[in-house]
C-alpha cells in the first residue's frame, strides 16, 4: 500500500517558467516531509524539507508548501532552468519512532530550454 | 570526497551467488540505512541501524541482510541471489537528533542472471 504518492511520472515545463511537482500521502502520522533530486547514475540529492508545524518552507527558487488538511504537498520551482532536469521523489517520515523515510514513485521533470 | 560511498558501483552476478554491498560514511551519522529501488516503484526499505549494537528490518528485508560493522561501515550481502533482486541499491546516513534528514550514496546497479 503506497503512503506516498505521485500521480504525474512526467512533466515538461519551458526554461524560466514554473514548475509544480505534487505529492499525496496517507499516513497521519507523517510529520516530516522532504524533496529530492535525482540525475541518473547518482543517488538522491537532499534538496528541501518542511516540517508539520510550517506550511511553508523556502530555499532560493525552491519553496516547498504543505496542506496538511488534504494530506498533500507540492514544490514549486521559480525560475526553472534546463539543470533542474531530473527525478523528484517526495519522501515523508514520522520523526517519532523508527523514522524511516517513505518515498513516491518519482516525477521525471523535464525543462525545455 | 563523497560523504557516502557505496562498493561496487556496478555488479553482475549469477542466481545462487552471495554477494556483498558495501556502505561506508564519514559524515559521523549514527543511523545508516539500505534501499533498493525498482522502476516505477520508487525507494524501498531493505534494513536499518541506529548503532553498531540495532538493526531492525525494514519493508522488505526477505533474501537479504546486514551487517553493521562500525559506525561508519553498514554492509548488505544477498545470501543466494535471485533474478528478481536486480535493482538499484542505495545506503543513506542520517544523524539521531534534529530533523533526521537522510543523506544517500550513489547506488550500486546489481543485476542478477
Known amino acids: 500500500d503506497q503512503q506516498v504518492k505521485q500521480n504525474s511520472p512526467s512533466l515538461s515545463v519551458q526554461e524560466g517558467r514554473i514548475s509544480i511537482l505534487n505529492c499525496d500521502y496517507t499516513?497521519?502520522?507523517?510529520?516530516?516531509f522532504l524533496w529530492y533530486k535525482k540525475y541518473p547514475a547518482e543517488g538522491p540529492t537532499f534538496l528541501i524539507s518542511?516540517?508539520?508545524?510550517?506550511d511553508k518552507n523556502e530555499d532560493g527558487r525552491f519553496t516547498v508548501f504543505l496542506n496538511k488538511s488534504a494530506k498533500h504537498l507540492s514544490l514549486h520551482i521559480v525560475p526553472s532552468q534546463p539543470g533542474d532536469s531530473a527525478v523528484y521523489f517526495c519522501a515523508a517520515s514520522s520523526q517519532t519512532g523508527a523514522n524511516n523515510l517513505f518515498f513516491g514513485t518519482g516525477t521525471r521533470l523535464t525543462v525545455i530550454p | 570526497d563523497a560523504d557516502v560511498t557505496q562498493t561496487p558501483r556496478n555488479r553482475i552476478t549469477k542466481t545462487g551467488k552471495r554477494i556483498m554491498l558495501e556502505c561506508s560514511q564519514t559524515?559521523?551519522?549514527?543511523?545508516m540505512y539500505w534501499y533498493r529501488q525498482d522502476p516505477g516503484l520508487g525507494l524501498r526499505l531493505i534494513y536499518y541501524s541506529f548503532d553498531v549494537k540495532d538493526i531492525n528490518k525494514g519493508e522488505i528485508s526477505d533474501g537479504y541482510s546486514v551487517s553493521r560493522q562500525a559506525q561508519a561501515k553498514f554492509s548488505l550481502s544477498l545470501e543466494s541471489a535471485i533474478p528478481n533482486q536486480t535493482a538499484l541499491y542505495f545506503c543513506?546516513?542520517?544523524?539521531?537528533?534534529?530533523?533526521?534528514?537522510?543523506?544517500f550514496g550513489p547506488g550500486t546497479r546489481l543485476l542478477v542472471l
Open positions: 518542511i516540517s508539520s508545524i510550517k
Open positions: 499516513n497521519s502520522m507523517f510529520d516530516y
Open positions: 559524515k559521523g551519522h549514527d543511523r
Open positions: 543513506a546516513t542520517s544523524d539521531s537528533g534534529g530533523l533526521k534528514t537522510q543523506y
